[in-house]
């Protein structure tokens, strides 16, 4: 069992930066790819980034290549999703997931732990 806990919401202008984080409870944190979703108001949740067991490989969704950036830290239980140059497309709530695949995945159902979200809203 994993819980997941997400914080660094808030409301930013655009061109500005957050970071988000994901705490995660569990013994094995480490075992699992650990993604970040978001969801948009009248939208179906998507898929935005991911990264492997020791964080060595990551993968980013088009929109935000070049922008957002991934990382883990095993030893603090912790996953970061780093936002830079924001776009109020970028607005949606943002949920952390941990999926026990072997490898990276983009889909929703391999996920099978999520966090309750946090807000992220981006102003122009």
């Known amino acids: 069992q994993v819980q997941l806990v997400e914080s660094g919401g808030g409301l930013v202008q655009a061109g500005g930066s957050l970071r988000l984080s994901c705490a995660a409870s569990?013994?094995?944190?480490?075992?699992?790819?650990m993604g970040w979703f978001r969801q948009a108001p009248g939208k179906e949740r998507e898929f935005v980034a991911a990264?492997?067991?020791?964080?060595?490989?990551?993968y980013y969704a088009d929109s935000v290549k070049g922008r957002f950036t991934i990382s883990r830290d095993n030893a603090k239980n912790t996953v970061y999703l780093q936002m830079n140059s924001l776009k109020a497309e970028d607005t949606a709530i943002y949920y952390c997931a941990a999926s026990s695949m072997l490898a990276i995945t983009t889909a929703l159902s391999d996920y099978d732990y999520w966090g309750q979200g946090t807000q992220v809203t981006v102003s122009s």
């Open positions: 990264l492997s067991w020791t964080g060595g490989i990551t």
């Open positions: 569990g013994r094995t944190f480490s075992r699992y790819v």
